[in-house]
């Protein structure tokens, strides 16, 4: 008898264990995702604030992060940069030019109107919930924030000034993460 106590004592330890390190994992990979999506965005504001030159020797108008709207595993984002002139955006003379109109500041499909910079996968099983985003047919992707060069000016995905703010939840196994950008140029984890 005391033999199948100590038998039932140790498996309901070990039961309690699992879940407590089950569920120490889960929320150690949403802060990783967190975390490295707050870092892209910022990332992308740095670049625009430094002027940074493109690998092939271009000099963008502005940076952008963005969720890819196509992506059906919903963990795939970017860095992408708007160009003026014959290999960007055409009809502008400069960027001041360009960046004064909200249509170029946003990311527009085509080979090279905002071409990737950079591109990240969240990982471990991690996936973006925004289903805004993901629904049917082409919708705008509300996770896209683009910074003006040289000023670091932060506009959404359509090309107007960032007004209030935008939140990403980050889930997994049925827990959630958030990350929320806001006007300024804030991000905040949510713990």
Known sequence: MELLLVIAIIGIMTVAGFVSLSSSRTNTKLQTAQREVASVIKLAQSYA???????????????GFRFDPTDTTHTKYEIFYNTWGPSG??????????????????WKAGASHSPALEYF???????????????????????????TIPDGGIYDNTGNTYAGSQMFTFSLSGATKTITFGTGGSVAESN
């Open 89 to 106: 955006w055409g009809g502008y003379s400069n960027c001041t030019a360009m960046n004064a109109d909200s249509d170029a500041r946003q």
């Open 49 to 63: 604030l430094q002027g940074k030159v493109t690998p092939n020797g271009t000099t963008p108008c502005g940076f």
């Open 121 to 147: 996968q969240l990982n471990n099983g991690v996936t973006l919930s925004a289903p805004d985003i993901y629904a049917s047919g082409n919708p705008p992707n509300t996770t896209e924030i683009y910074f």
